[in-house]
């Protein structure tokens, strides 16, 4: 079984031709809404991908609410532990350039009010060798309380350090395996913009001095990880992307599957990356995780 301790947001995505440059304003072609927040997207996909999945975390009173939740209810997502507070549901303001690049600017509005007494909850609920998946879009002091419970349980803790903060360096050394794109592992061992065989290393170096698991993602270069002593990596598909919003999400969320089956880490990590691919081909984060039937087929062709 895997739990997800983590935000639950409603997207706001306007589509430009170009990002803006600071202070610039652009023309929209296109607006639409959607359920996202990392945690509630890293549930989905994982239940996409075919486990049992618990969501724990937190909404408001107001409109939003049912439709951040949608998606996960008719998933059969597991949402007992989701909490209703008088907060207003989460919020993910998003542009989409012409590119398919993205800038996000997030409110956390209930994801805010996601406790240590939830964490310590939905830890109660997992027996020894369950997964649970974490972000940074909850309180910090959460997320310690939910890796060290986890920890103290034998629960496999898979903690994805987005969005990138200060409190990221001390909690990752208390996860089973760190994820990170390239540029949140730079600033997690706070070294500057690193060369790929610089990456590489400080990878390995992190991985030992931790006695951890890290897994890096680099976008359309596919991704690269440390664990156990080996050095694993995995190519993506070559696609054209029209939005990557819910790449890495997607990525994590089919990674935690992956493993809570048992399908050994290297099949886990490529099951991952094709699906973070697929879930460049359509506009939305959640609307664009694919199933894993559609990835079974990517990977078979």
Known sequence: MICVLGSINMDLIANTERLPGPGET????????????????????????????????????????????ELLKTSGTDLENVKTTDEATGTALILVGGDGENMIAVVAGANGKVSSDDARVIIDQ??????????????????KTALEAARDKGVRSIFNIAPMTDDAATLAPLADIVVANETEFDLLIGKGTLSEDDRDAEMEKFAQTHNRSVVITLGGDGVIAYHQGARYS?????????????????????????????????????????????ACLKPGAQPAIPTIADVRNALSS
């Open 26 to 69: 652009v023309s929209g072609n296109q607006f639409a809404t959607a359920p996202g927040g990392k945690g509630a997207n890293q549930a989905l996909a994982a239940r996409r991908a075919g486990a049992t999945v618990k969501m724990a975390g937190a909404v408001g009173s107001d409109n939003f609410a049912d439709m951040a939740l």
């Open 126 to 143: 997992m027996s020894a060798g369950d997964s649970l998946l974490l972000q940074m879009e909850i309180d910090a002091e959460t997320v």
């Open 234 to 278: 995995a190519k993506g598909l070559k696609i054209t992307p029209v939005d990557t919003v819910g790449a890495g999400d997607t990525f994590c969320g089919y990674l935690t599957q992956g493993l809570d089956a048992d399908l050994g880490f290297e099949a886990a990590l490529s099951q991952a990356a094709v699906a973070g691919s697929l």
